[in-house]
């Protein structure tokens, strides 16, 4: 009897140690990243029968299991998951939000002295000094644009590298989930215990891997996980894992794009929609969403600057008395074929009209038999046959050199490069055509009362090669005149509208007044015109005249759009990144509120154990008592 | 419900956090006096505040345009006051010499005062300003306007009327053209002088009287063109004094537009301050004390 009273005393011994050596683990890990709390299931041992009845035999243990919900813990990784793609999104677009922060800063000063410096000169057209401060304000307003673009070109590399380390850590995160799958799956074969401590880590693994990127846990029936990525492609199944790798973008070198590489060796780039959430995912689509747009955006306009100033300078004529050249010098739109082309065809791409440009960049396939253009912002396609190049769109003109093969594709960025590729077209301070090319005059003499205007030289350019010709209008009657000079197929007897513009050789003027028979006035050279600013103040004037996006925007409209669509989505993201911090903080709360250990509750359990293992050390130390009784009675 | 340490930790340390950022934040737009520090803070106020600069930044251009203007038309306002001048003595003189006591000699040597006045007289039409712009040639403006040649005084320049932005929509002229001066009006000043000059170094009194006539009829038209001249130029400096004002004005509405778009109102974000701040102190405080529980400690 006495032995059965020391045995149950012991197994009451080994439960109370147990449940003493569990509650000291659970304060050991209370601060252990995804550890579950775990507890001690006992149970009392088989009874005996004894005849008389059935007589206890103690207790014993039959399993220490964590305390863990799969559900919760899916809702916390999706959470986590979501998270951390607003972040790292946010995080990168603070950049673009600093940058642009400082009104002083910005574009929007240089933009404002190019223009004093241009209005300067239309007041002083002959003065070399306000020339000299005008070319140097252009030359400030290129560093700006130039500045600013590398900066964004700065964060499209740190992007790159941010890609290439995330997705090192997803395979790293990947290897080590298929391991513990092995050491799981091993551990409860063998035992038929569940190795708690490995499923946290594993747990705590897909938490950590939904930072880098959305991932699914579908659970196998041996108790190993199987994860799956972006549009379902299999990250971990069992023991066995794909890789992600790099791939420089078969369309543009510069950009490095996220690949799959299947377990038999097969590698594809996975799109931007297969590989949404996590720290991965607000990278690509930070890039693809706000800094590529964002680059697009300055550099539509410092292209549209560039050729409406371009487009007016020409017209002008500088201080040495020659036509007026170009300003600025201006990137082309950047053409990319797809590197996986099998055909040899080129494409060329030009701009033809800035006020039609958009922001976007443009994919052009060719299917066999017709062109399709994708404006990629919108996903707006334009389908043209191969007849129909040289092909136009939004302002771009396109032409591709011979027939390229079916399936071939291109890229197409007309914008890109505009800020980088800025320049001042001109050194010397002369070269400003701050004048027009042509003036009128009355001939001295008239008798009438008629007068005639300055004059303008028609856009666009180029100018009328016979724009700088004498032309002489000679009034034969109060209501009819003739027009005589090279370029002007010498009409006679026109009729006279007071006010109404007359036109030849790329210029229009208007006379108006009553003129008397036998007067004239001549259209000509403007020969040593150096105190003429009318093309300085034509050029002033394109600051706030509406260039851009169709005619709706000026330079400092564009401008000012892109600052505040940067604005407006750093704080949609600023909100929506804290709405999913407050997500994953209760979805967090709700795992740890199950399986968090609370040190109060560790601190009672103690007690409780050490009160059981005192009580069972009782027991026992009576069964021996009781033995020492059986001892005596032989003696 | 069942509530874990870390919980209770993470929880606390968040909150704290939060309110430190947004303490920090307050007290960013009070060192600057700026509401809006980044576009995202008010992404409509920031794009609507570069608008606004560019139209001060103009407005400002403006201003300094018209002080060019108003520097090129006090010249030519002066030159043609000095032509007043001149022309006024020049009548006196023709007058005087119409005197019948006078003989050859005499006229002869009022002729030789006239040569001078005449010489005089193209020199004020061949004015340059500071910058060394002849003020009445047009767009020429490094030729001389005027020039002596053997058939008289010829207007070298051309019709150009040099124009100064002065207003977002106004243009305007800051030069007269020279012939329409000197030599406009139904006159010649410059033929006015020689032939007069002629007249009075021809001996004899033969068509003296007529010539006279003529030559002060032609000092009257003179005098009227270029007091009609110097009238206009007299409108056109008061109506720049006028787009001064309204400039000035404009700055003002355009500074208070600014500030209402980008600054910070003090007594609000001081009040704001105080309260962060004393949010941040209690839950400070009733972390430490509920962390500072602990079942341990009475073991």
Do not use: C
Not at chain 1, 316 to 326: E, K
Not at chain 2, 247 to 275: F, H, P, R, W
């Amino acid at each position: 009897m006495a032995t059965n009273i020391l045995s149950i005393g012991q197994s009451a011994l080994t439960a109370a140690q147990v449940g003493l050596s569990t509650t000291s683990h659970n304060i050991a890990n209370a601060a252990t990243p995804g550890y579950s709390r775990q507890i001690v299931i006992q149970g009392a041992a088989q009874a005996q029968n004894f005849g008389y009845g059935f007589m206890g035999q103690g207790t014993e243990v039959s399993t220490v299991q964590r305390v863990y919900n799969d559900y919760l813990g899916i809702q916390a990784q999706s959470a986590q998951a979501s998270k951390s793609g607003l972040d790292s999104y946010y995080t990168q677009i603070q950049q673009i939000d600093n940058l642009l922060a400082d009104p002083s800063a910005g574009l929007s000063p240089a933009l404002q002295d190019f223009f004093s410096g241009i209005q300067d000169v239309a007041s002083n057209p002959s003065n070399i000094p306000s020339r000299q401060s005008a070319l140097s304000s252009a030359d400030s307003l290129v560093a700006r644009f130039q500045s600013l673009a590398g900066r964004l070109d700065e964060m499209s590399q740190g992007v790159n590298s941010q890609i290439q380390s995330s997705v090192s850590v997803i395979n790293s995160y990947a290897n080590q989930i298929a391991q513990l799958n092995d050491a799981i799956s091993k551990a409860q074969r063998a035992t038929g215990q569940p190795p708690n401590d490995l499923l946290d880590q594993r747990d705590q693994l897909v938490l950590d891997l939904n930072k880098e990127i959305k991932a699914t846990v579908v659970k196998q029936g041996d108790g190993s996980y199987n994860v799956f990525i972006g549009n379902g492609q299999p990250l971990v199944v069992g023991v066995t894992t794909s890789k992600l790798t790099n791939m420089t973008s078969p369309t543009d070198p510069s950009k490095i794009e996220v690949a799959y590489q299947a377990s038999n060796g097969s590698t594809v780039i996975i799109g931007e929609s297969g590989l949404a959430g996590g720290n991965l995912g607000g990278l690509i689509e930070f890039r693809s969403k706000t800094l590529e747009p964002a680059q697009n955006a300055l550099g539509r306009v410092a292209i549209g600057l560039a050729s409406t100033v371009n487009a007016q300078h020409r017209l002008g004529q500088d201080l040495n008395g020659n036509l007026g050249g170009d300003l600025f010098t201006l990137a082309s739109p950047v053409v990319n074929a797809n590197s996986g082309n099998t055909g040899s065809a080129t494409v060329t791409a030009s701009i033809s009209d800035v006020n039609a440009l958009t922001t976007s960049d443009y994919r052009l396939q060719y299917d066999g038999t017709n062109y399709t253009l994708t404006r990629l912002s919108d996903n707006t396609a334009t389908t043209f046959a191969p007849a129909a190049l040289p092909k136009t769109v939004d302002g771009v003109t396109l032409n591709v050199s011979t027939a390229p093969a079916a399936g071939d594709s291109f890229l197409i960025r007309p914008t890109v490069n505009g800020a980088s590729g800025l320049g001042v077209a001109i050194t010397d301070p002369a070269l400003l055509a701050a004048a027009a090319p042509i003036r009128a005059a009355a001939t001295t003499g008239n008798t009438g009362t008629g007068t005639i205007s300055a004059g303008s030289v028609n856009t666009p350019p180029p100018p009328n090669a016979n724009l700088q010709q004498p032309v002489t209008i000679t009034f034969t009657s109060p209501t009819t005149f003739n027009v005589t000079g090279t370029g002007t197929g010498n009409p006679t007897g026109l009729t006279y509208t007071p006010g109404g513009t007359i036109s030849y050789n790329g210029w229009s003027t208007t006379i108006s007044g009553t003129p008397a028979a036998g007067d004239s006035f001549t259209v000509g050279p403007n020969t040593s015109g150096v105190g003429d600013s009318r093309n300085a103040l034509l050029l002033g004037a394109l600051q706030t005249t509406n260039t851009l996006g169709n005619g709706t925007t000026s330079y400092q409209g564009a401008y000012s759009q892109f600052v505040s669509q940067i604005g407006n989505k750093t704080r949609e993201l600023e909100v929506t990144s804290s709405a999913a911090g407050k997500l994953l903080t209760e979805a967090t709360q709700s795992v740890q509120n199950e399986s968090g250990v609370n040190l109060d509750e560790e601190a009672s359990n103690l007690l409780r154990y050490q009160q059981a293992y005192q009580a069972a050390g009782k027991v026992m130390q009576i069964a021996s008592q009781l033995f020492d009784v059986l001892l005596t009675i032989g003696q | 419900m069942r509530i874990s340490t870390q919980t209770l930790f993470d929880s606390g340390a968040a909150r704290i956090g939060d309110l430190q950022s947004s303490l920090y934040k307050t007290q960013q737009q009070l060192a600057t006096g700026r509401r809006v520090l980044t576009p995202s803070d008010d992404p409509i106020a920031a794009a609507r505040a570069l608008e606004v600069t560019q139209s001060q930044s103009l407005n400002t251009q403006y201003g300094t345009n018209r002080g060019y203007a108003k520097d090129s038309l006090a010249m030519v306002d002066g030159t043609l006051s000095s032509v007043t001048e001149l022309l006024q003595n020049v009548k006196t003189t023709a007058i005087s010499a119409g005197n019948g006591n006078l003989g050859d000699g005499e006229r002869a040597s009022i002729a030789t005062a006239l040569q001078s006045s005449l010489d005089q007289l193209v020199g004020l039409a061949n004015t340059r300003d500071a910058l060394g712009n002849y003020l009445f040639s047009g767009f020429q403006t490094t030729t001389p306007a005027f020039a002596q040649t053997a058939t008289g005084v010829q207007y070298q320049g051309d019709q150009g009327q040099r124009l100064i932005q002065v207003d977002s929509s106004r243009q305007m002229a800051v030069s007269s053209q020279g012939q329409a001066v000197f030599q406009g009006g139904g006159q010649d000043m410059f033929k006015t002088l020689s032939d007069l000059i002629t007249q009075l170094n021809t001996p004899g009194t033969t068509g003296l009287s007529a010539a006279l006539t003529t030559a002060d009829n032609n000092l009257v038209l003179a005098l009227n063109n270029v007091s009609s001249v110097r009238a206009s130029v007299g409108s056109r400096l008061q109506e720049l004094d006028a787009l001064d004002s309204a400039g000035s004005d404009k700055n003002l509405q355009y500074s208070q537009n600014l500030s209402n778009l980008q600054d910070i109102d003090y007594t609000q974000a001081l009040t704001d301050l105080s309260k962060q701040q004393m949010t941040l102190e209690a839950a400070q405080k009733s972390f430490v004390q509920i962390s500072g529980l602990s079942l341990f400690k009475l073991l």
